[in-house]
């Protein structure tokens, strides 16, 4: 089962920094696009910054400047470097991945959420 585990979520001052992490596990033939999203209390789900397997990037304007993705796709892993957070970029950042398997099929797949929460 494919399976994706965020991880490096914690409670930081307004300023400070945090990287997040999400490793991607089991059987797949390749992840396409990957991308972190968040979801604040009584707010939709938004996207914060996408990437390619090849590496092309975008981000949502309220981080940019401040967030920085990058893959390591040899230990199939997606990252989002935050700095100079805000207490408005508290919230539960989700990994979302596109997953081909061995049958050609491609499929989405999201990780738990890790929480990230900043105080002013």
């Known amino acids: 089962q494919v399976q994706l585990v965020e991880s490096g979520g914690d409670l930081v001052q307004s300023g400070g920094s945090l990287r997040l992490s999400c490793a991607v596990s089991?059987?797949?033939?390749?992840?396409?696009?990957m991308g972190w999203y968040r979801q604040a209390p009584g707010k939709g789900r938004e996207l914060v910054a996408a990437?390619?397997?090849?590496?092309?990037?975008n981000y949502a304007d309220s981080v940019k400047g401040r967030f920085t993705i990058s893959r390591d796709n040899a230990k199939s892993t997606l990252y989002l470097q935050m700095s100079s957070l805000l207490p408005e970029d508290t919230a539960v950042y989700f990994c979302?991945?596109?997953?081909?398997?061995?049958?050609?099929?491609?499929?989405?797949?999201w990780g738990q959420g890790t929480q990230v929460t900043v105080s002013s």
């Open positions: 089991g059987s797949f033939v390749r992840i396409n696009k």
């Open positions: 990437i390619t397997e090849g590496g092309i990037t």
């Open positions: 979302n991945a596109d997953i081909t398997a061995v049958s050609r099929a491609t499929y989405a797949f």
